[in-house]
Every structure is written in C-alpha cells, then in structure tokens.
C-alpha cells in the first residue's frame, strides 16, 4: 500500500539513501517527440535502484533480528545492496551467488564485508541454499524483489518522480522480477505505468497464463 512506500521514504531518508536526479536530453525529445525524463537510479549507491530495497529491509529490523543479519541470494546488484546496506547498519550478510558470476560482481559484494557463497547456477539451487543458509544462521531472508518491504523500497523512486515531475503521463519501468514496477506502480496509482521487458525475461508469459512462471 501507499502508506508503507512513503514508511519505506522516511526510512531511506534516516539511513541518508540519496535522491537520485532526473535529468533531460534534447536529442531524445527531438528524436520522439515528446519530453523524456530519465530518473538516474545509476547514480544510486552501488550504482542500481536495489539499494533502496535493501536498505528498507535491512533498516526494517528490530534489534534482535538485525544481531543474525540478513542473507539475499544475487548474480549481481541486489547481492551488492544487500551487503552494502548491511555494512551500513553493521549487521552480518551472505549472499548466496551462482558460481558463474563475475568476479568483478563478487569482489564488489565482498568490500563492503558480506560472505558470498558460490551455488548452481540455477533458480531451484539459489532458493534452496539461501534458505538453508538462512536457517543455519537464523537470519532474515531477504529476496529481491518477491517481498513487500523490498517492494516498498523499490517505490520510493516513484515518489522522488511525483516530487521532482509533478505531471508525468507516463512512467516505462525496466522488468524482470517485478519488484521495482510493482513498488512505482503504488507509489504513482494515477500514472499510467508501462513495463518493458528484456528479451527471455517471462512478465509477458506470466500474465498471459495467469500465473508467475519460473525458469528452472
């Protein structure tokens, strides 16, 4: 609900999770003909929009729960967020990481204190370990995008848009897990809000089928 995205705001403004700009470009707007804006969640610390679900989570804890930490499973930038949001609460995290991950993703996981742990690259192997990982730690599961306070997170951006363009007509929100667009989505309920998938990713399948599909 709306409430608990602008609860999530307050939250990243205590933990001083920066607004991101929203710059313009005339090119663009020549070449579509209307007046484009882009929300720079590159410039975001650890340079992606899910430090801001991380940070919600991790700043969610009570006390006693953020002693055992968090553990996320990643191939890249939620497993960055995590740890990083981690190191800035100073609680324990683990990231459970497929074994075909960059190095360079690794090492950026590992500088801000996180323990990674290599898995099968597949979804079925990441769900497992992270499970058990968390269980052997008693710590806090936090997915990346399959988890309300992640999603609320997530949605602050599109409170920074309201904000910063009070009149948008349209917000097109990259997609793939579902977390960020979902989060904009109720943070902007009358803006219209277009999903653009990658290729190979499943939204498309999903909502055809009615259900969510998983790759193995």
Known sequence: ELVHV???AARLRKAMVPRTPV???AWVDAATNVAVHFKCEHMQITGSFKYR???NAVFSLDNAAARHGIVAHSSGNHGAGCAAAAAARGVPCAVIVPHTTPASKIKNMQRYGSDVILCEPTQQARTATSTWEATQRGAVLVHPYNDPVVI??????????????PHLDAVLVPTSGGGMITGIATAMPNCRIIA???????????LAAGTRIVDP
Do not use: F, H, N, Y
């Open 23 to 25: 710059l313009r470009s």
């Open 196 to 206: 653009c998938e990658p290729v190979g990713k499943r939204l498309e399948d999903s």
């Open 6 to 8: 602008q609860e999530a």
């Open 152 to 165: 609320a997170g997530q949605g602050t951006i599109g409170l920074e848009l309201l904000a910063q363009v």
């Open 53 to 55: 679900g991380a940070t």
